[in-house]
T-cell receptor
Framework: GAGVSQTPSNKVTEKGKYVELRCDPI?????LYWYRQSLGQGPEFLIY????????DSGLPNDRFFAVRPEGSVSTLKIQRTERGDSAVYLC???????????FGPGTRLTVL | GNSVTQMEGPVTLSEEAFLTINCTYT??????LFWYVQYPGEGLQLLLK?????DKGSNKGFEATYRKETTSFHLEKGSVQVSDSAVYFC?????????FGTGTRLQVTL
């Protein structure tokens, strides 16, 4: 069966621009997570959805970051006024229900010039 | 809050050598523990897990035992192969997220 997919795989943008990153979770998984992985570091939590609602957004670094999951499946991470420090690999994961094993997508590498 | 401390890499071994990657954690209660692996150019994959104290997780020749006395979950393999070259992450689940260590890069040479 299909795993978690993320698009695009690579995104290069200029400082100040707006970007959207998409995550398609495993079919039937109710929980969806976004993480950010900087070079040489482990993934850091950004936000978690249970169904359509953001159950925990405590990891979002500031109000330039926002994520939605309007139909409880696909999710979009949105970053406004990008900064060079936003450059990282953005990872999406899903699990069947909360607290179950999380399965990760391949990530989107974001580069802000 | 939860935290994970992993030994720093890189770790360079010859093929068939014994591997240990140390991981210790701080958490409330006795959570499950995970090892994830990231092969070059690929996404994070779950390698193994243990759900309670004294459990041993195993997969692909790797093992890790959940030791509550030492709050550790060290990863071991008796004989590494070149194909094991990757970055290994110890992870601890919380109510809504995984907390990862910084990762340990393993390089296995012939």
């Amino acid at each position: 069966g299909a795993g978690v997919s993320q698009t695009p795989s690579n995104k290069v943008t200029e400082k100040g621009k707006y970007v959207e990153l998409r995550c398609d979770p495993i079919s039937g998984h109710t929980a969806l997570y976004w993480y950010r992985q900087s070079l040489g570091q482990g993934p850091e939590f950004l936000i978690y959805f249970q169904g359509t609602g953001a159950a925990d957004d405590s990891g979002l670094p500031n109000d330039r970051f926002f994520a939605v999951r309007p139909e409880g499946s696909v999710s979009t991470l949105k970053i406004q006024r990008t900064e060079r420090g936003d450059s990282a690999v953005y990872l999406c994961a899903s699990s069947l229900i909360p607290r179950h094993t999380q399965y990760f997508g391949p990530g989107t590498r974001l580069t802000v010039l | 809050g939860n935290s994970v401390t992993q030994m720093e890499g890189p770790v360079t071994l010859s093929e068939e050598a014994f591997l240990t990657i140390n991981c210790t954690y701080t958490a409330t209660g006795y959570p499950s523990l995970f090892w994830y692996v990231q092969y070059p150019g690929e996404g994070l994959q779950l390698l193994l897990k243990a759900t309670k104290a004294d459990d041993k997780g195993s997969n692909k020749g790797f093992e890790a035992t959940y030791r509550k006395e030492t709050t550790s979950f060290h990863l071991e393999k008796g004989s590494v192969q070149v194909s094991d070259s990757a970055v290994y992450f110890c992870a601890l689940p919380g109510a809504s997220k995984l907390t990862f260590g910084t990762g340990t890069r393993l390089q296995v040479t012939l």
